[in-house]
């Protein structure tokens, strides 16, 4: 059972356009949800987290947007440029006990120039 | 990152075979984690450990063992391995911050069991 769902699981933006990935997750306990970036043979890295006593988060071109009620969070690139093209990962998890992460299924991100 | 190591990085074997994967860290974290990634699956949790007594099993366990030699490092192993155990795997490390639990990655080790 996929407990956070992540879409689109590619997805294409030309150079200066808004990206923009989904997640929605399941369990109302989850209180953390991150996003990481992958590059092409590389491992993860955490690009931006939000907690959900707020409604965004914002860092730089990378906002975070929460739903609280919907159970959904996503993430919105900025002026996407070629060297934003990877894997992005959504995850959850909860403060108590053993803290692991649930990831979403990834989304291939392309930026054509 | 050159604070979390993985060897080897890349390895084929046969159906059958014993693997270990291996994994450092020189982050001083107590955490640490063994994923695989599977296209379409995102990354899933095979087993973690908070301390080098302490060893759990995450959500695809079976087929897989692992040991925690000293605080900076952990092994992954194939008793025996089968087509279906080809992936990517990622060793994570982390520590408690703030209540929040950022994971450091290491390059992973792509495992092709033929």
């Known amino acids: 059972q996929q407990q956070v769902k992540q879409s689109p699981q590619s997805l294409i933006v030309q150079k200066g356009g808004i990206s923009i990935i989904n997640c929605a997750y399941e369990n109302t306990a989850f209180d953390y949800f991150p996003w990481y970036q992958q590059f092409p043979g590389k491992g993860p890295a955490l690009l931006i987290a939000i907690r959900p006593d707020v409604s965004e988060k914002k860092e730089g071109r990378f906002t975070i947007s929460f739903n609280k009620s919907a159970k959904q969070f996503s993430l919105h690139i900025m002026d996407s440029q070629p060297g934003d093209s990877a894997t992005y990962f959504c995850?959850?998890?909860?403060?108590?006990?053993?803290?692991?992460?649930?990831f979403g299924q990834g989304t291939r991100l392309t930026i054509n120039p | 990152d050159a604070d979390v190591t993985q060897t080897p990085r890349n390895r084929i074997t046969k159906t059958g075979k014993r693997i270990m994967l291996e994994c450092s860290q020189t982050?001083?974290?107590?955490?640490m984690y063994w994923y695989r990634q599977d296209p379409g699956l995102g990354l899933r949790l095979i087993y973690y450990?908070?301390?080098?007594?302490?060893?759990n099993k995450g959500e695809i366990s079976d087929g897989y063992s692992v040991s925690r030699q000293a605080q900076a490092k952990f092994s992954l192993s194939l008793e025996s391995a089968i087509p279906n155990q080809t992936a990517l795997y990622f060793c994570?490390?982390?520590?408690?911050?703030?209540?929040?639990?950022?994971?450091?990655f290491g390059p992973g080790t792509r495992l092709t069991v033929l």
């Open positions: 982050k001083g974290h107590d955490r």
């Open positions: 995850a959850a998890s909860m403060q108590e006990g053993a803290q692991k992460l649930v």
């Open positions: 994570a490390t982390s520590e408690l911050l703030a209540g929040y639990n950022e994971q450091f």
């Open positions: 450990s908070f301390d080098v007594k302490d060893i």
